[in-house]
Structures are given as structure tokens and as C-alpha cells.
């Protein structure tokens, strides 16, 4: 009979118990694509191997009946999964049995998905019994289990084409070796795709979850060990509406402002510095998980230095006295008015003021202004 005159490529024999073993070959058979080059050398389509005949998409089998025999009679092959299972089933017998009748006993090829051939053991032997009963003990046919490689999956991918092989009349290196590189660029897209999307699923979480910004501050102004250290320094974020506040008591320590949505990152925010001693800040920056902010003293708290003479005993200003305060020489005013700038370097807590003039305390202690007087007791 010539092919074109099979309604079926091929009929698959088996085991209820091997019904996914069933359905997964159908699925390879058929969607199984030859190389173009043989298919334009043999007039083929690109699948060539279908329909495959499988029960469970078509009839039920419960007995050779008159409508399975016609399925049989035509199906251009018989392919047999073999396994403990169908070793010991009475219907996989009788259809070989009637195939073989049909006179194709080169049509039949056997597909082992478990057990051992001509093991001797009920447990462990895959090839029904009507195979050697029929002379055909010899055949052996296409293992999944077979251990030419070291991953299972390319062991079950030879069989495969071994089958196909056999079932087209081609040679097996001419298509395996095609469809091993095939597989392997296969995989390597899904491993590819699969980082893509775990890199995706992380990058969603990752950007979903608040994130903890550090804050520091930073003495930028040159360091003068003789003044006080900055203390209780009020540091405000302002992340659109959202208003968060802490406190820093030094330049050692940080603050830590909790659970700021991720999406703020990177995103420009406003900032205040608020700190006694020191210029405030008020500045927008571009958010990140560590931030450090610089503060300036204010040259003006230790550095104006201002104040009155007051001669206590005659109850009057006393005008164009001469101190030196810091290494500077000044005249007070004809108002009695003592007013200089120390430089940051130079600057003190409290200064000591050096003159002739009988002063009562000759200590002016920082910050001053217009309203402190130094005494002087013309009457000393």
C-alpha cells in the first residue's frame, strides 16, 4: 500500500496505566519539524508524522472491535510503549498480533519508557510476550532510559528521534544532531527568559518596598575646637505632602527616616537644617539611602563682638578707651560702643578684654550685643 493511502501515520499501542506517556509522544510526533532540506528533498511537509492514532483523543479501546481493527488496518505504523505495564496488558498483545497479521512487521517499533528488555522478571521485563511468540524478540527498540548522556531530559529527547528516525527512513545523526542544538538554544532562551522574569518579579518587589534613608551631617566650616559642639540640630524631609522630622545631637551620630516609599528615590526633595551655632539649611537634593548634609557655623555667634563701657561711678559711658580683645586693638565710640569681628579660626566661647581701664570683670562671655555692658569703677 502506498503511504498517501493510510488515513493514519501511525496507531499507538499501550498501557491505560502509560496514558501520559501515550499522549506525549502524539504530541511529539506530530508537531515534530523535519530540516527543510529533506523535506524539499522527499516532498514532505514540515511535520510529516501525522495523524497519529492515540485512543484516548479518538475512541475508547475496550477490545478489538470491528472499529479498532479499521483503525489498525489503517495506520501506516505501529508503535508500541513498552513497559512493565503494557508487558502484561492482553489488548497491547492482540494489537500487535493484528498488526503483524497485516503483514508489517517492518512497521512496528517499539518505544520503551520503563522496564528492561528480555529481563526475564514479570516486574521489570517491558516487552509483551506476543513479541518473541511472533519472532520478534530481537527488535529492540528506542529507551528513554536509555544513559548516553549525563541529563535525563537529553537521553528522553534521543529516544524521540531515534523513533522519528526510524519511522521516516532517515539517518538518526542527520536530524539529531540538528535537533540537540536546537534544544540546547531552546534552553538557553528559557534559561534567558526565565532571568528576565525573575529580574522583573525582583525589580517589582524591590521597588515596592520602603526603603530606611540614613541622614548625616557634616561640620564644613573649618573645625575650631575652642567653641562649643553643635548639639540638637532639627533635621525636616519633605517628600511632596509628607513631612518627616528628627533630631541630631551630633556630628558622630546619624538619624535613620523609616519606610520613605522606594518610588522616592533618586527623586529631588527638600531638606531643612535648623541647629543653633549654625547658618540653617534649606536646600532641595536628589534622594538616595545615604545622605550627608554640610553645615557652616554662623561666623556672627562667637565672631561679633559687642558691648558698652560703663563707669559705674560716674554714670556715664566711657568713650575712646583702648582695648585689645583677641589680638585685636579697638576704641570704644563716643557712645562707649566696643564693637569687632574675630575670625572663625580665633573665635572663643568668651574673651578676655586687656586694658588699663579698672574694669570690674574683664571677661566677655559670647554671644553679646548691643544691651551688654562691662563696668568700669573709675573709683578702684
Known amino acids: 500500500m502506498e503511504k498517501q493511502e493510510f488515513k493514519y501515520f501511525a496507531f499507538i499501542s499501550y498501557s491505560s496505566k502509560d496514558t501520559e506517556w501515550g499522549k506525549r509522544l502524539q504530541r511529539k510526533l506530530e ?39 479499521e483503525r489498525l488496518k489503517s495506520s501506516q505504523h505501529l508503535i508500541v ?29 517499539f518505544f520503551i519508557v520503563n522496564g528492561k528488555p528480555n529481563s526475564g522478571n514479570p516486574e521489570t521485563e517491558c516487552f509483551n510476550p506476543v513479541i518473541k511468540t511472533l519472532g520478534l524478540q530481537e527488535t529492540l527498540g528506542a529507551n528513554v532510559n536509555e544513559e548516553i548522556f549525563r541529563w535525563s531530559l537529553l537521553n528522553r529527547e534521543r529516544a524521540y528521534v531515534q523513533l522519528i528516525s526510524k519511522l521516516l527512513q532517515v539517518e538518526f545523526d542527520s536530524i539529531w544532531q540538528r535537533h540537540r542544538r536546537q534544544m540546547i538554544q531552546r534552553t538557553g532562551l ?59 545631637s551630633s556630628f558622630e551620630v546619624s538619624t ?24 540653617n539649611v534649606d536646600t532641595t537634593l536628589l534622594l538616595s539611602e545615604q545622605i550627608t548634609i554640610n553645615l557652616y557655623r554662623d561666623p556672627t555667634v562667637y565672631g561679633c563682638v559687642k558691648f558698652r563701657l560703663w563707669d559705674s561711678a ?47 570683670t574683664d571677661t566677655i562671655y559670647m554671644p553679646c550685643g548691643n544691651d551688654d555692658v562691662m563696668i ?5
Open 31 to 69: 508537531h515534530y519539524r523535519m530540516p527543510a532540506t529533506i523535506c524539499s528533498e522527499r516532498g514532505w511537509e514540515r511535520t510529516p508524522i501525522k495523524p497519529v492514532f492515540f485512543a484516548p483523543t479518538d475512541i475508547q479501546p475496550g477490545g478489538l472491535n470491528e472499529e479498532l481493527q
Open 314 to 360: 560716674k554714670e556715664s559711658v566711657t568713650t575712646y578707651a583702648a582695648l585689645e580683645i583677641a589680638g585685636q586693638k579697638v576704641t570704644s565710640d563716643n557712645d562707649g560702643n566696643v564693637s569687632l569681628f574675630v575670625p572663625l579660626p580665633a573665635q572663643q566661647a568668651k574673651y578676655q578684654v586687656v586694658t588699663t581701664l579698672p574694669l570690674v
Open 256 to 279: 535613620l527616616f523609616r519606610n520613605i516609599p522606594h518610588h522616592y528615590l533618586n527623586e529631588p526633595i527638600d531638606v531643612r537644617v535648623v541647629c543653633r551655632d549654625f547658618l
Open 81 to 109: 510503549i513498552c513497559s512493565p505495564n503494557s508487558a502484561q496488558s492482553e489488548w497491547v498483545g492482540k494489537e500487535i498480533a493484528f498488526f503483524y497479521q497485516l503483514g508489517r512487521t517492518k512497521q512496528i517499533h
Open 376 to 380: 568700669v569703677d573709675s573709683h578702684r
Open 190 to 248: 528559557w534559561i534567558l527568559a526565565t532571568i528576565l522574569v525573575l529580574a522583573t518579579i525582583v525589580g517589582v518587589w524591590t521597588t515596592s518596598q520602603p526603603v530606611d534613608v540614613e541622614v548625616r551631617l557634616h561640620e564644613a566650616s573649618a573645625y575650631n575646637p575652642n567653641l562649643p559642639p553643635m548639639k540638637e540640630a532639627i533635621v525636616t524631609m519633605t517628600c511632596d505632602n509628607e513631612v518627616k522630622s528628627d533630631t541630631i
